[in-house]
């Protein structure tokens, strides 16, 4: 059996538990940040795009029903403002895109859960890569709602 005895000085003692304890704050603090997110996909092309949308779960036709490009306001208003709450939940923002080229890519949906038909997928780019969407419905008795499924936390 092998034994280690040391001596401390009361300083010394005290240092090393002060020591240990900005150690331990400082992994908790690193430790309790999220996660960087992921970067999102560069889609340049219409399969990439159908692609990326059917990794969230939506069956979309293969082409689009409508593509639409046009410049982005410089600051962010009505209706934008409030669109744009919609896409912070699903991680987008489009406060990035003020002033810049967008491209709207629409789609028909096919798998939307109430209803069979006339469900329409938009999916908003700048520089190809995915800077808002939706889903949503024309018409009186239409609906809007998250592209991405939001994770009640």
């Known amino acids: ?76 208003e009505e ?9 912070l939940q699903q991680g987008f923002d489009l406060s990035d895109c003020c002033g810049r080229q967008i491209s709207r890519y629409t789609y028909a949906v096919a798998n939307h859960p109430s209803r069979a038909e006339g469900v329409q997928a938009n999916l908003y780019l700048c520089d190809d890569v995915p800077v808002a969407g939706d889903i949503f419905c024309p018409g009186a008795d239409g609906f809007q709602s998250p592209l991405i499924a939001v994770q009640s936390s």
């Open 1 to 76: 059996m092998f034994i280690w005895t040391a001596k401390f000085s009361r300083k010394r003692a005290v240092a090393a538990v002060l020591f240990m304890g900005l150690v331990m704050i400082g992994l908790i603090f690193l430790m309790g940040r999220e996660p960087e997110s992921e970067p999102l996909p560069q889609l340049p092309g219409n399969l990439q795009r159908v692609a990326y949308l059917r990794s969230l779960g939506w069956e979309v036709a293969e082409e689009p029903i409508e593509t639409l490009q046009f410049l982005f306001p410089d600051a962010l």
């Open 79 to 87: 209706p934008y403002l409030s669109y744009n709450e919609l896409q």
